[in-house]
């Protein structure tokens, strides 16, 4: 497509969005206004549970800080700014903190706390999301917050510390992302407005500047619901999407982005078409020891791959996954007795990660809007009519 038909288009498409001045937390309202991939017919594997997200995890909480602002040409510091923070809180807001293990496909990225997840076996706080460049603030945010609302265990008096879990994924073709606007009270409202229930998919929270096989990504989630016979556990997944190559791009076992070859990014400078990143976090209820639950982690890029994901040298391809079983297992005194799962039991859980995994990629792609950026630099949402269109040509959908 001509560039100025591109930027046309794009014109018609956004409105006066290049405009929006907003900083504001996103939540069940926008979660019910946009179509899901399931909306559009698109087949996958597994039995969801009742909202099809991670909060379907009992205890788990999920908020938003979505940061919109400029329009134009780039000036650092000033924006535009397409960025945002993610909150992922295992229990809420309640100091207990839960069994977990993570897993990196490509460590071209960063997951603060995760030496110490590795050694202790526990995720202490929530788990962050966020711009590359923004993950320092959000770490020390993470700190303070916590201190205020009482989610530490000190060690004596008032001593405690404290190790954040920030994850971050690149968001510097449309946002001013060395202009540092993510800031301490973003971090707060993401925190502060963390519930349960449906949430926001597409351009929200970490997930607002980032894309998907050369479409418009950002954040998804799903879940599955596993039977009476293996245990009636829930497992739910929430990515940070941002990497992909259009040709790679696999939807129901298509192959959508050699069928969509335009609509390809509007922007005034190239990066490598394969670089990118995704940030997952895998919550379950299942009685899981850490070192069962970095199993799980490892089964996330069964899921990626299923897309057309790779893991490319660009990447950041990492994953966190805890379990909200054995309430009460972390003491700095007592001694413990937890309940643990059968490694044999397990399959269901490997197949619900790599199912809930692929859908919440694809959810994400479904839900992104199209975005105009730093410099007008424009990255297109996918088009939904096309894309039924090409899964009915292969049927995989017949209406």
């Not at 202009?179 to 929270?205: F, T």
């Not at 069964?302 to 990447?315: A, E, K, L, M, Y």
């Not at 039991?345 to 479904?366: F, G, H, S």
């Amino acid at each position: 497509m001509a560039q100025n038909t591109k930027r046309l288009l794009a014109k018609r498409l956004l409105g006066a969005a290049g405009a929006i001045a907003l900083a504001f937390s996103l939540g069940t309202a926008l979660a019910a206004e946009k179509p899901r991939a399931r909306d559009l017919g698109i087949p996958f594997n597994g039995t969801p549970g009742s909202n099809n997200a991670i909060t379907d995890v009992a205890g788990v909480t999920v908020g938003y800080s979505t940061i919109i602002e400029g329009h134009g040409k780039l000036e650092v510091g000033k924006g535009p700014v397409r960025t945002g923070v993610t909150a992922i809180l295992p229990r809420g807001k309640k100091f207990d903190p839960v069994y977990a293990g993570w897993y990196s496909l490509n460590g071209n990225g960063e997951m603060t706390g995760t030496t110490w997840v590795e050694e202790s076996g526990f995720l202490e706080g929530p788990v962050m999301i966020t711009n590359t460049h923004s993950v320092g603030v959000v770490r020390d945010a993470v700190i303070s917050w916590s201190a205020e609302n009482k989610l530490v265990a000190p060690l004596l008096r008032d001593l405690y510390w404290v190790l954040p879990v920030v994850a971050e994924t690149w968001d510097g073709i449309l946002n001013d992302i060395n202009g540092m606007h993510v800031k301490k009270e973003h971090v707060y409202a993401a925190l502060d407005s963390a519930k349960s229930g449906p949430i926001a998919e597409g351009n929200v929270g970490g997930g607002t500047g980032m894309n998907l096989f050369r479409f418009k990504g950002g954040t998804g989630t799903s879940s599955r619901k596993l039977s009476k016979e293996d245990g009636g556990y829930t497992l739910g997944v929430l990515v940070q999407g941002n990497f992909g190559s259009r040709p790679d791009l696999t939807i129901a076992g298509v192959p959508v982005g050699k069928e969509i070859t335009d609509l390809m990014p509007d922007v005034s400078w190239q990066r490598k078409e394969s670089d990118g990143s995704i940030i997952v976090v895998v919550a379950t209820d299942a009685p899981l020891l850490p070192n069962q639950l970095k199993r799980l982690a490892r089964r996330v890029p069964v899921g990626i791959g299923r897309t057309g994901g790779f893991g490319s040298n660009g990447d950041g391809d990492i994953f966190i996954a805890f379990s909200t079983a054995n309430s009460g297992a972390f003491s700095r005194e007592k001694i413990n007795t937890v309940e643990t799962m059968s490694n044999d039991k397990m399959d269901p859980l490997m197949r619900a990660t790599v199912e809930a995994t692929e859908e919440a990629i694809i959810n994400a792609m479904i839900a992104a809007e199209t975005m105009k950026g730093r410099d007008d630099n424009v990255s297109f949402a996918i088009p939904h009519d096309r894309l039924r269109d090409i899964l009915k040509k292969y049927n995989r959908i017949t209406n």
